[in-house]
């Protein structure tokens, strides 16, 4: 088993596997009579291949337990998912690019509890993986027909020991 250490979150560092969704870096705008702040665009759907459209789900996370073992990948060729935790709760991102056909070496990266991931469309991620307690999403993805899912398994685990 190889072990993954957790990476620190940054756009850049992030940036081959899709957007980080961070309030603190957004472009934002005063709106209803300058009482509300709005934090625009933080992401853009990618849906609509093959007459797909964009939908907009409350996941429930159940935490994971440490040391925890990558086995597997998936990603989802027709649309991007979104991410934003609704329970300010840190969380693990895993992703890889791929490599003919098949998740390439897996990063992992420690997501703070106020920021949200957009995949790109077609990248290779686990699975969400909640820390320590239950966890909510909001989570903007794809339905409509089509084969959008594709999971591949690692032919040996890859391991995060500590959240």
């Known amino acids: 088993m190889q072990e993954l250490e957790l990476e620190t979150l940054t756009p850049a560092e992030f940036a081959p596997f899709g957007v980080v969704l961070d309030k603190d870096i957004a472009e934002k705008r005063m709106i209803n ?27 429930r996370g159940q935490p994971r337990a440490f040391p925890y073992k990558i086995t597997m990948m998936e990603r989802h060729p027709l649309g991007s998912q979104a991410f934003f935790p609704v329970t300010n709760r840190t969380w693990i991102a895993v992703v890889a690019l791929d490599d003919d056909g098949r998740p390439g070496e ?21 699975p969400l993986i909640a820390v320590g307690e239950p966890s909510q999403f909001l989570v903007m993805d794809r339905e409509g027909e089509g084969d959008n899912l594709e999971e591949i398994g690692y032919p040996a685990p890859y391991v995060i020991t500590e959240p």
């Open 33 to 59: 009579e300058g009482t509300t702040e709005r934090f625009h665009a933080l992401a853009m759907a990618d849906t609509e291949a093959e007459g797909g459209r964009t939908i907009l789900s409350l996941f």
């Open 106 to 126: 897996p990063r992992a990266f420690r997501v703070p509890g106020n920021t949200g991931l957009q995949y790109g469309r077609n990248i290779w991620h686990h």
